[in-house]
Structure formats: C-alpha cells, structure tokens
C-alpha cells in the first residue's frame, strides 16, 4: 500500500513573500503560515495558546500569484506535501530543511486586496491548483439573472425511487 503525503493549513501570512527567480527562469515563491491553537489549562485555568510556523514553497504561476496578490496577514488555505531538501553549509556539514510544497492555494480575504498596479482580485476566494491555473471557488456554470423563463431547459422527468431488485 502506498502511504499518503497530504498537508492542509489554514492560516495567516507572517511576512510579505519572498519571490526569486530560478536559473531556468521560473519564479518560487516562500511564504511563512502562521497556524494557532487555543486552550484552557486543567491546573491552572489560564487560557493558553500555541502558534506554529509553516514554511511553505510555491512555484512556477503559483509563484507569481503569491507575489502578487498576498501580504502579511494575509488568510489563507494551502494543501500541499512535505518535502525534505538536503544540501551542504559552507563548511561541508549536511543541512536539513522540511517545508511544504504547495499544490493548492485558496485565498480566504473577505475583501479584495490590490497588487502594485492597482486592479483588485476579482475572485475574493481564487483556488490556484497544481494545474496552475486560477479557478474561482464558485460554481462553473451560473444561469444569468435577466434570462427569461422561456429559455430555461425544460424539468427533468421524476424518476421512480423503487429499487429494482
């Protein structure tokens, strides 16, 4: 049986991005994800409240999108995997770093942000997937409000609930 690699995180942004350029071209994105949770402790009854940061590594279209449309604070949900990369310091010692490489980004600001140029992000709830083309959370098709009740397809014919056997 294969195992699963599967990370969801929702929460805020830390910084601003961090975007660079790779040799080839692309553009990677790192952005740091603050998580919280809360709680109430037994013995003393002091609410207590733990933070943890998750870095959090996007490429390619995603890249650019981060670096465009999120800033610090900025809420959102990312599903992606854990990724270990190795590499050596400037003094041969092997170095470890596990971040999550995003697949999925679905910003959750209840208000439109402006990038630099000044145009707001239309679709406030915009899920980028690992196709890394914007999809709006809403649903594909929507029938158009003035269109008149003539035009609308005809119901479809009920069907019997009985099961056949």
Do not use: C
């Not at 690699?5 to 929702?10: D, H, L, P, R, T």
């Not at 071209?25 to 609410?47: C, R």
């Not at 208000?111 to 649903?139: D, F, K, T």
């Amino acid at each position: 049986m294969a195992g699963i690699n599967k990370v969801i995180i929702v929460g805020n942004l830390g910084n601003d991005p961090e975007i660079r350029t790779m040799p080839n071209g692309e553009a990677v994105s790192n952005i740091s994800v603050a998580t919280s949770e809360s709680w109430t402790d037994k013995m003393t009854g002091e609410k207590r409240e733990l933070t943890e940061w998750h870095r959090i590594v996007f490429y390619r279209r995603q890249a650019e999108i981060v670096g465009e449309y999120l800033r610090k604070g900025s809420k959102v949900y990312v599903e992606g995997r854990l990724r270990t990369r190795k590499w050596q310091d400037q003094n041969g010692q092997d170095r470890y770093m596990t971040e999550i490489q995003g697949d999925v980004l679905q910003m959750l600001d209840s208000h439109p942000e402006r990038n630099q140029g000044g145009q707001a992000l239309q679709g406030r709830n915009m899920q980028l997937g690992r196709n890394h083309y914007a999809q709006n959370s809403q649903p594909a098709y929507q029938t158009p409000q003035n269109q008149t009740a003539a035009s609308q397809p005809a119901p479809l014919p009920s069907i019997d609930d009985q099961i056949p056997f």
